[in-house]
């Protein structure tokens, strides 16, 4: 098979993403025709997930270059790319995706040479993400064995990519093998990807998935339920520290203390090479609103602050093994990820 | 001062409550006048908190005794008395509770005897546990130095005891010595006690409080954010293992990682001395319906099924006291529990 939607696009007239923030009740397509649309987009979480956002990014670099005018075009058009990469602070892929696609456009002899230059640009990174996303799926279903109960959190899947995903790309191929897999997700509180994205996912690819609160993994893994954790990243430091959505580190921290084996899936446009380690990583802090209510709902008491960050940091002792479009790292430590990560 | 209501009261018509279910929004209270109307006040968590439901239990026996009919009162008290007893299974104080005023009940000589001995029962284990919720808070508060942020988890209040509560007690009493501390409350999926419940009660008693999702616990400890733990407890076998609200343990694990003291809060009614340890702790699994929806709104993708349990167990060994009526258990294993709980 391989039928499954592509969140992102690039096309005539600018980048066309599915709406997550509608989902699972509704399926909205949004075109995305400005800088700012885009901006907005990942800002919100319209799109999300590393690879999709650095997609999206690139995308939005072209359209920076179709909205600059030919009159000071490097100095604008550099300094709306900031504002791009810096629409979100901790997936790297983002800031990345930028500074490739602007330099790969300022090689040119002309903004309209440019222009040119920015979408292919785009367009090569989400085919090289796309293909990413397929050799991960193929590494990652090679450590899951046939009837593996495998946990995963927040959303991984084609939603979060230009593919089939990162973590779940591996779920995809494994399901596809035959290998009759059953998924654990976990809801990722806040703003519950797992609950409103990868359940969506799953039940629409007929994957047997079960959804609990992030606080009953403990229980679950206590009781002897996963075999395996599966999850993705949005920034993972040069000896392996990696950030991923908030809750990820206590996954770790309990799939270690039960000896289950902790897998992080992501793509080499997710290793940044020039952090040492985790400390050097932003974490993003959301609205406390995000925290207060849920789905527009009012859950705590009035008058209550919350904290609000996005990602933890999962150490590298606690990493299994990192599973990236070019193979599997199996010694998560600067030479083990040297070996695999140009 | 001590001013905070009492969110069970036995009065001449039957039992008051505090409906847990309209916290925050709205407080209301409900008299609770036949077993029928308690047995659905306790399942649907209307009342809560393991000693709270214990004399709401107690209250219940009394309601029994008033309801069965001279003839072949006995048998069917007893029956009905099991009834109750049933209506929650994890917490202990229930089962203790109403086993304790059925058999105080049935030293009566008549019927109507055991009607007055029954309500006697009930009025004194509500003394018994408001005065063990003052000594609890007390010496709980010794733990606690100046300026400490205590990290916290559901609800351990006066919302959930008779008195100022388990946990929360020595929160209020340290607040009230002046101490200067700082709540963390952990939001506790998938009912939101610790949004719904603790940040009211910490907001009304000018206590200042941050609001987490369960799944940030790791973050904000591996950033030096928290320097105590207080948990309560719904039952704790005889080697110390705990049973609380699901997340506990996880909040345990994590705890433990980042050297930070852990400790439950739980009046000698909370322990099983019938049990060897948390393996024999029967786990209620609540309607998957809870973590498919919040507060009514659904937030999974129609399909999927849900992992519900309401409880998890921590092992004595993640425990670094137990906090009772009785004194503080520092070595918590089953002599040093023997030397504090008879």
Known sequence: MNS?????RILAEGIVIIDQTKLPEREVW????????????????????????GVAGAGAVWLAALETPDDGFETRFRRTCERIADARPTAINLRFAVERSRD???????PDDARVRAREAAESLLEQESAASRAMGRW???????????????????????????????????HNEGKNIEVFACESRPLLQGARL???E???????????????????????????VLVGADRIARNGDTANKIGTYMVAVL???????????????????????GRGIP????DESEVLTLRGVPVAAPGARAFAPAFDVTPAELITSIVTERGIIKDVDESGISAVVP
Chains 1, 2 share one sequence.
């Open 140 to 174: 990652g279903s090679s450590l899951i064995a046939h009837g593996e109960r495998v946990l995963t959190y927040c959303n991984t899947g084609w939603l979060a990519t230009t593919g089939d995903g990162t973590a779940l790309s591996a779920v995809y191929a494994a």
């Open 255 to 277: 799939a270690k203390r039960h000896g289950i084996p902790f897998h992080v899936v992501a793509p080499t446009t997710t290793f940044d090479r020039r952090i040492k380690d």
């Open 283 to 286: 974490i993003e802090e959301r």
């Open 30 to 53: 949004l075109s995305l025709t400005t800088v700012d649309a885009v901006i907005d987009a990942i800002a919100r979480l319209a799109v999300r997930g590393a690879p999709a956002i």
């Open 202 to 228: 799953m039940v629409r690819a007929e994957i047997p998935v079960t959804l609990l609160c992030d606080n009953s993994v403990g229980l679950l893994m206590a009781r002897g339920g996963v075999d395996r």
């Open 198 to 200: 990868t359940a969506w």
């Open 4 to 8: 499954l939607p592509r969140a992102v």
């Open 104 to 110: 790969i456009a300022l090689l040119a002899k002309s």
